[in-house]
């Protein structure tokens, strides 16, 4: 695939440890393709031809554009390309720093309280609260609008469905806006509906209008580099929770710790499961080290009272 890089770098230390990095390119695969492609070279490093691994299908022309291209109407009021700036900010940003906020099953079950219980997932009751602290962390005016945006897993939300092995990017970004005071103040199940809506509303009908959007937005644009800064009112989290983060076994055992590399961009977080399998989420966000003390308040401090009072 002229144009698509991928690297890897292997670290040896002297006590014995082995650090893999990699990077890959968002468009020639996403977080499914990614691991499967991790798990496949490490079995065959481990094993060798003796084990038995499902190759990848390469048919990217099952996401191609329609002609001529139709956009469904409510298209646009989920997927929103063009609501990130793709472009270098006339001036330096905040400092940003990255931190991991670790979520035990207990927390997360309160969480899901709060949410109003029933079934709400991980996802939604996590990425809620988040949002609801990033806005008062932040500060922002209760008038003002805030976004969250997160990418969605289609594979299986189209018909047919994508082959469980396909080897590309199968995911769409969708946001969800609200005013801030109705995110802070109102109900936190309210809240966590909303995203559950938006999750459920990501259709076959609205990925290919999504594919026939980029495919006519890709003919507008130049080719000059974008960095993708999110305004200071929005926040994008991006789920690896079922991934098989801990399986990729090069022969020396599983990993003791799987991290995304640094970001300097405030507001993005990535959201996965805790190493130990014991029901625990890990988030890696890159936040703004002026709002970091007050975030850490609003996150843990309810959320704890919430978890000793028994809900």
Same mark, same amino acid.
């Given at each position: 695939?002229?144009?698509?890089?991928?690297?890897?770098?292997?670290?040896?230390?002297?006590?014995?440890?082995?650090?893999?990095?990699?990077?890959?390119?968002?468009?020639?695969?996403?977080?499914?393709?990614?691991?499967?492609?991790?798990?496949?070279?490490?079995?065959?490093?481990?094993?060798?031809?003796?084990?038995?691994?499902?190759?990848?299908?390469?048919?990217?022309?099952?996401?191609?554009?329609?002609?001529?291209?139709?956009?469904?109407?409510?298209?646009?009021?989920?997927?929103?390309?063009?609501?990130?700036?793709?472009?270098?900010?006339?001036?330096?940003?905040?400092?940003?720093?990255?931190?991991?906020?670790?979520?035990?099953?207990?927390?997360?079950?309160?969480?899901?309280?709060?949410?109003?219980? /029933? @079934? %709400?997932?991980?996802?939604?009751?996590? $990425? &809620?609260?988040?949002?609801?602290?990033?806005? +008062? #962390?932040? =500060?922002?005016?209760?008038?003002?609008?805030?976004?969250?945006?997160?990418?969605?897993?289609?594979?299986?939300?189209?018909?047919?469905?994508?082959?469980?092995?396909?080897?590309?990017?199968?995911?769409?970004?969708?946001?969800?806006?609200?005013?801030?005071?109705?995110?802070?103040?109102?109900?936190?199940?309210?809240?966590?509906?909303?995203?559950?809506?938006?999750? /459920? @509303? %990501?259709?076959?009908?609205?990925?290919? $209008? &999504?594919?026939?959007?980029?495919?006519?937005? +890709? #003919?507008? =644009?130049?080719?000059?580099?974008?960095?993708?800064?999110?305004?200071?009112?929005?926040?994008?989290?991006?789920?690896?929770?079922?991934?098989?983060?801990?399986?990729?076994?090069?022969?020396?055992?599983?990993?003791?710790?799987?991290?995304?590399?640094?970001?300097?961009?405030?507001?993005?977080?990535?959201?996965?499961?805790?190493?130990?399998?014991?029901?625990?989420?890990?988030?890696?966000?890159?936040?703004?080290?002026?709002?970091?003390?007050?975030?850490?308040?609003?996150?843990?401090?309810?959320?704890?009272?919430?978890?000793?009072?028994?809900?």
């Amino acid at each position: 695939m002229a144009g698509w890089r991928s690297t890897a770098t292997v670290t040896f230390f002297k006590c014995g440890g082995v650090a893999l990095g990699t990077a890959t390119h968002q468009g020639a695969m996403d977080g499914t393709a990614a691991f499967h492609f991790f798990q496949t070279w490490s079995a065959f490093s481990r094993d060798g031809d003796r084990d038995v691994v499902k190759f990848p299908y390469l048919d990217r022309t099952l996401l191609c554009a329609r002609d001529p291209p139709i956009i469904h109407p409510d298209t646009l009021s989920l997927f929103r390309l063009k609501t990130t700036n793709l472009s270098q900010p006339p001036a330096p940003g905040p400092v940003v720093v990255n931190e991991v906020f670790t979520l035990r099953k207990d927390q997360i079950s309160a969480l899901k309280h709060m949410c109003g219980g /029933g @079934r %709400v997932s991980t996802f939604s009751a996590v $990425s &809620a609260y988040m949002w609801r602290c990033m806005c +008062l #962390a932040r =500060r922002l005016p209760p008038d003002s609008t805030t976004r969250l945006e997160f990418p969605v897993n289609f594979r299986r939300s189209i018909a047919p469905p994508l082959p469980d092995v396909y080897f590309g990017n199968a995911m769409l970004q969708v946001s969800v806006a609200d005013k801030t005071w109705d995110v802070v103040s109102g109900n936190l199940a309210y809240v966590a509906h909303r995203i559950r809506d938006t999750l /459920g @509303r %990501v259709n076959d009908e609205l990925v290919r $209008s &999504a594919v026939d959007y980029l495919e006519l937005d +890709l #003919a507008e =644009r130049d080719n000059r580099p974008a960095i993708g800064v999110l305004p200071a009112t929005d926040l994008c989290v991006v789920s690896w929770l079922g991934m098989p983060l801990y399986d990729v076994d090069f022969g020396w055992g599983k990993p003791l710790a799987m991290l995304r590399a640094e970001q300097n961009r405030g507001g993005f977080v990535l959201m996965m499961n805790g190493a130990q399998g014991d029901g625990s989420v890990r988030l890696s966000m890159s936040i703004e080290a002026a709002i970091l003390k007050d975030f850490q308040r609003f996150f843990y401090t309810k959320l704890d009272s919430k978890v000793y009072s028994k809900f």
